[in-house]
């Protein structure tokens, strides 16, 4: 690709020091989102998926820190800039989408007051022209008469509403990159295809890239051009959405893929993964997934698979090792 | 962990035998409670003087050097003295002595001793109503519910103080001049009366989420007995906050205990108490008698610093959510 | 918001009568006003005729309408200790008690918000462990062992203030003030911060505990993520969303203010309500422990609804839904 990357993550780590010792929560994460492009992050809660997301924007909570890796916006290295640095690439340069939009906003100030104060902090604007551009923006997500609305506090917006305010939120200083976590979550399903598909619509206008966390796959089917399957704080697959919706590598991945619900009925029964992921203290040697795993044999439980290439993916299994292609079948 | 969560291959005689002490051992020592105990030299330091304070006030009659009850043995001509290493001081009372030639140091003392007595006795009665009134209120809900929480608002416009004070105030009536050694259980009535509403309001609150629980849900279709519910199922449930507020209430009745006997209506200046001791120290705290309010003051002091560190310990370590 | 205001106005007259449901039952039934009235020499004929007189031999119902009556036109009887109407003695003590209790507040509020905003932004810093380290102790001494202390610093050892009363007063209509005088206002600096500390404490604490709860919410998070800047985030967004439940509970503490007043005014012997009170208690003189229960929750349900009424004002969601919501 010669075009640079919206976003750069390079062998990320984070860790939570406890009195129990060190606990990794993400460990040697490392992709790349394209301008334009959706990359969605999967995996069960506690998988480090948000955390990852945290750690890009620079507001992990104490004692949570980065402890190695490189995080790159825009060829502009961001994980080790100065506090007061880093305050202005959030907002301006990276957006971000929570989970629940009732909580996002502060109840006690207006949707209007919210958004001004975000567009001043970043842009050079009087009170009036913010005003005018919160309005504009308000339009463009699609909230109907946004010069009365603008006025209101956020209780009196229904969820979808108010998601689509936290929306004009982020993007209000037409950032390079938003960071959606589980942003429908919370949503009424009815209105959860709706947001999803403005995300992507302004997006796409934009070149903005969009780094998407869900648990949904069914979310990603529908929205994203690549994703990341995590497990245990660690990428265990990553390629394009349609290969690893139609053709997993990892056995995670395929498990995770025979929970969604398809239309067609192709395969008439949902599966279910046995067991639970592990928690953080306890992570098995070898391949982290090796107790759950179906294929398990006993190089899984010995080392740990690093992300190996297979067709247009990367996998981090030993099946797919190039010496151990006689024991897939 | 446990042995048997690490899979430790043992012989089921030895394990059965073993099991239970080291279960309870190594959950006691491997808990949060305790760690957290363990990286707080502040916290042991304060449990450590509480035990210590505690000890020497079960102990005052063995220890102490003089018995302040003993009339006979009180001589005017011993009264006023200052400690030891002031100039006038006498070598037979530590401390000094106050108006009535009573040694200060025995005085506190067995004065701890009423003050922790009192104390622990009005945190409890206060637990008692509290708890089962909030576990009524709350189990039961609709008119029962209303009337205990309205009465709870009704407390709670006045102060614990202001509480303790009148109904110290109408026994006072009520019993005049019949009083006879009741100080000490009116005390304990009215500082216990004043501090149940709390107890009342975090339970009630706690059980109304718990008995949605699918726990209850399941004990009442084995059909347990309503009582049965309450006390068995749902009360261990709403215990920690209970153990909280009782630690904090603890340091705000020994607060109280002394607040009413300095004000000359809780025990007579017959029975030591920090309270009266402070209240007739300040009486000669003009004639440069410090020695008097002084040392009372600051047995008081501390063991209120103490407990309250151990109250806000607790709430920490059992809460992290409030820290 | 107008049936807000009503539901509010019917709870604080319920919590009113039951106060005087309870003030009654003490008036009436404990001990018997007429043994507490005359003389131990009184003949049981006189006794009886002062009985019906007082109407004392009336249904109660009768006699607790008329109680209340009464006390709606400001009657409380007559003090058994001092034979005088309770009213008037109020009338004279209430001043005292009232700059008493403003000026601890004012302390109070004024020391202890910006101490509990510090220590909650502020976690780990050295002085926020200083300022808590001062309001465990403050928590922990009593107060009437602080008043003891500051008496013994600044008017034993150094002279400098006063250790009793009020100073120099001043008389403006029914009104007696100690703020115009400089006796007054030195007389009133030890008692308003011995009754002031332990407030200033609990305001800080709390303000503290409720400032860290809501830098964790979401809303904050995302103002983070929004790029807004520390101040911006602490006291734009942080600061009105914690002071809320504050003030609830500042109402709350100002009605007991005027209560704990008992304690500062027995250790200064500030001729206010409080001294008053102690020395009825002491002396049985029941009118005078009714009168004052009924003024302390009448000022607290006072003090309550109008904070009730501030919450409409500053918080948005309470406009359209009320409290609850």
Same mark, same amino acid.
């Given at each position: ?9 390079? !062998?990320?780590? =984070? ?7 060190? &606990? =990794?929560?993400?460990? *040697? ?50 994980? !080790? ?25 502060n109840p006690l100030y207006r949707v209007?007051e ?22 504009? &923006? ?10 009365r609305r603008?006025d209101g506090y956020p209780h009196e917006f ?6 689509? =305010? ?9 950032? *390079? ?89 192709? !395969?008439?029964?949902?599966? #279910? ?57 | ?59 005052? /009659? ?259 959510? &409030?820290? | 918001m107008l049936a807000f205001t009503i539901r509010r106005l019917f709870e604080a007259a319920i919590v009113m ?22 003389? #131990? ?21 009768? #006699? ?46 004024? &020391? ?29 001494? /009593? ?25 120099? =007063? ?70 009105k969303n914690?002071l809320i439940p504050v003030i609830t509970?500042?109402g ?30 002491? !002396? ?17 349900v006072l003090i309550n609804l109008i904070v009730d009424l501030l919450y409409v004002w500053i918080d948005p969601r309470v406009r359209i839904y009320g409290r609850e919501a």
């Amino acid at each position: 690709m010669p075009e640079t990357p919206a976003l750069s993550v390079r !062998n990320l780590r =984070v860790e939570f020091p406890t009195r129990r010792g060190t &606990l =990794v929560a993400v460990d *040697d994460v490392s992709f790349d989102i394209a301008p334009g492009e959706v990359l969605g992050i999967v995996g069960e809660s506690g998988a480090g998926k948000s955390l990852t997301g945290t750690a890009i924007i620079g507001l992990l909570e104490p004692p949570g820190r980065v402890a190695g890796g490189e995080i790159v916006l825009n060829g502009q290295r961001i994980d !080790n800039l100065p506090r007061e640095a880093m305050r202005h690439i959030r907002g301006k340069r990276i957006g971000m989408v929570f989970q629940d939009p009732l909580t996002s906003l502060n109840p006690l100030y207006r949707v209007g007051e919210q958004i001004i104060e975000t567009i001043r902090a970043h842009l050079p604007m009087s009170e009036r022209e913010a005003r005018a551009r919160a309005i504009e &923006l308000l339009i463009e997500v699609g909230i109907q008469g946004a010069e009365r609305r603008i006025d209101g506090y956020p209780h009196e917006f229904s969820g979808g509403m108010r998601q689509r =305010v936290v929306l004009a939120l982020a993007l209000c200083a037409e950032p *390079d990159l938003i960071i959606a976590d589980e942003p429908t979550t919370a949503l009424d399903v009815s209105i959860q295809a709706q947001i999803i598909q403005l995300l992507k619509r302004l997006c796409q206008e934009r070149g903005t890239a969009v780094m998407l966390i869900t648990h949904d796959m069914g979310v990603i089917a529908e929205t994203a051009n690549r994703v990341a399957v995590m497990y245990a704080g660690r990428i265990a697959e990553i390629g394009p959405v349609r290969e690893v919706i139609k053709s997993a590598h990892h056995p995670y991945t395929r498990g995770l893929m025979g929970s969604i619900p398809s239309i067609e009925g192709t !395969n008439d029964r949902l599966t #279910q993964i046995p067991g639970s992921m592990p928690r953080l203290t306890a992570i098995p040697k070898g391949c982290a997934f090796n107790p759950r795993c179906p294929h398990a044999f006993d190089r899984c439980r010995r080392e740990r698979p690093d992300l190996m290439p297979v067709d247009h993916s990367l996998a981090a299994c030993w099946l797919v090792a190039p010496q151990s292609a006689e024991a897939r079948s | 962990m446990s042995a048997e969560d690490q899979g430790l291959p043992m012989a089921e005689t030895s394990r059965a035998a073993t099991a239970a002490p080291r279960g309870i051992l190594t959950r006691i020592f491997d808990s949060d409670l305790w760690y957290s105990f363990r990286s707080s030299r502040l916290v042991m330091a304060a449990a450590t003087v509480t035990l210590l304070m505690v000890g020497a006030a079960l102990l005052a /009659p063995v220890i102490a050097p003089h018995d302040p009850y003993d009339l006979r043995a009180l001589n005017l001509m011993d009264s006023d003295l200052p400690p030891v290493w002031v100039q006038g001081g006498d070598p037979r009372f530590l401390l000094g002595t106050d108006d009535q030639g009573r040694d200060i140091l025995s005085t506190i003392l067995y004065g701890t001793r009423s003050s922790i007595a009192i104390s622990v006795l009005a945190v409890l009665l206060a637990i008692g109503i509290g708890v089962s009134l909030g576990l009524v209120a709350g189990y039961f809900g609709g008119i029962v519910d209303t009337i205990i929480m309205r009465i709870a608002d009704v407390k709670l416009t006045f102060p614990a103080i202001l509480v303790a004070l009148l109904i110290n105030g109408i026994a006072q009536t009520l019993f005049k001049g019949r009083l006879g050694g009741a100080e000490f259980w009116i005390l304990v009535l009215s500082i216990g009366l004043s501090f149940w509403v709390q107890y009342a309001r975090t339970v009630r609150g706690m059980t109304l989420v718990e008995k949605n629980k699918e726990y209850v849900q399941a004990a009442r279709l084995i059909g347990l007995s309503r009582a049965a519910i309450m006390f068995k199922h749902v009360l261990p449930n709403v215990l920690s906050p209970v153990l909280v507020i009782g630690t904090i209430n603890l340091a705000l009745a020994v607060i109280t205990e002394a607040t009413l006997s300095f004000l000359g209506v809780g025990l007579p200046p017959t029975e030591p108490s920090l309270g009266t001791m402070i209240q007739i120290g300040n009486k000669y705290l003009f004639s440069g008698s410090w020695w008097m309010v002084a040392f009372p003051g600051l047995t008081l002091a501390i063991l209120v610093l103490a407990v309250n560190l151990l109250g806000d310990w607790l709430r920490d370590a059992l809460n992290p959510k &409030l820290r | 918001m107008l049936a807000f205001t009503i539901r509010r106005l019917f709870e604080a007259a319920i919590v009113m009568l039951t106060v005087a449901l309870m003030a009654f039952v003490l008036f009436r039934f404990v001990g018997d006003p007429i043994n507490q009235m005359v003389g #131990q020499d009184t003949s049981l004929a006189e006794r009886e005729e002062l009985r019906e007189r007082l109407g004392l031999n009336d249904p109660v119902l009768v #006699q607790f309408g008329r109680f209340i009556w009464n006390a709606a036109r400001y009657d409380f009887g007559i003090s058994y200790q001092v034979k005088r109407p309770v009213t008037s003695l109020i009338a004279e003590r209430f001043p005292a008690t009232f700059e008493l209790a403003l000026t601890a507040a004012f302390f109070a509020i004024l &020391l202890g918000i910006p101490m509990g905003v510090y220590t909650g932004i502020h976690r780990d810093s050295w002085l926020s462990k200083l300022f808590l380290s001062v309001s465990l102790i403050g928590i922990s001494l /009593p107060t009437f062992l602080i008043g003891i202390l500051l008496i013994y610093v600044f008017a034993v050892q150094l002279g400098v203030l006063p250790s009793f009363g009020r100073g120099e =007063v001043v008389r403006i209509g029914g009104w007696t003030t100690g703020l115009l005088t400089a006796s007054g206002l030195k007389a009133l600096i030890l008692p308003a911060i011995t009754l002031g500390l332990f407030q200033m404490t609990l305001v800080t604490r709390l303000v503290r505990s409720q400032m860290l709860e809501v830098l964790r919410t979401d809303y904050i998070k995302f103002a983070r993520a929004r790029g807004l800047g520390d101040r911006a985030v602490n006291f734009g967004h942080a600061l009105k969303n914690t002071l809320i439940p504050v003030i609830t509970i500042i109402g709350l503490q100002l009605g007991a203010i005027i209560a704990f007043a008992i304690i500062t005014e027995t250790v200064f012997q500030w001729p206010g309500m409080g001294l008053m009170f102690i020395q009825a208690v002491q !002396n049985a003189d029941i009118p005078v422990m009714s009168a004052y229960l009924l003024l302390v929750a009448f000022l607290f349900v006072l003090i309550n609804l109008i904070v009730d009424l501030l919450y409409v004002w500053i918080d948005p969601r309470v406009r359209i839904y009320g409290r609850e919501a």
